[in-house]
């Protein structure tokens, strides 16, 4: 069974960074392309970013385009979002999902103010 698991969040500043993981604890150690979506209070969820198996290919929302990085350790079955120059409305729960085994983690939570 896929289980995705995210950490990394926290309340930081306008301008801090943070870098949020999804590990995937599937015992057979399959890998799998990975998003990022978030949902604001209030909001729909938006999908952030993507990232194929062998990282070859790296797609960004244009809300985070030139601040955000996603990339991965398939050694450590781990997918991280790095997040640059956050801003207020980058605020709310983050969450990885697997597409291949329609898999969401739980979410967590990034708080952006001053």
């Known amino acids: 069974q896929v289980n995705l698991v995210e950490s990394g969040g926290g309340l930081v500043q306008p301008g801090g960074s943070l870098r949020l993981s999804c590990v995937n604890s599937?015992?057979?150690?399959?890998?799998?392309?990975i998003n990022w979506y978030r949902r604001a209070p209030g909001e729909e969820r938006e999908w952030v970013a993507g990232?194929?198996?062998?990282?070859?290919?790296?797609k960004y929302a244009d809300s985070v385009l030139g601040r955000f990085v996603i990339s991965r350790d398939n050694t450590k079955n781990t997918v991280f979002l790095q997040m640059n120059n956050l801003k207020p409305e980058d605020t709310g729960t983050y969450y990885c999902?697997?597409?291949?085994?329609?898999?969401w983690g739980q979410g967590t939570q990034v708080t952006v103010t001053g």
């Open positions: 990232i194929t198996v062998d990282s070859r290919h790296r």
């Open positions: 599937d015992v057979k150690r399959r890998t799998s392309p």
């Open positions: 999902y697997s597409p291949q085994f329609e898999a």
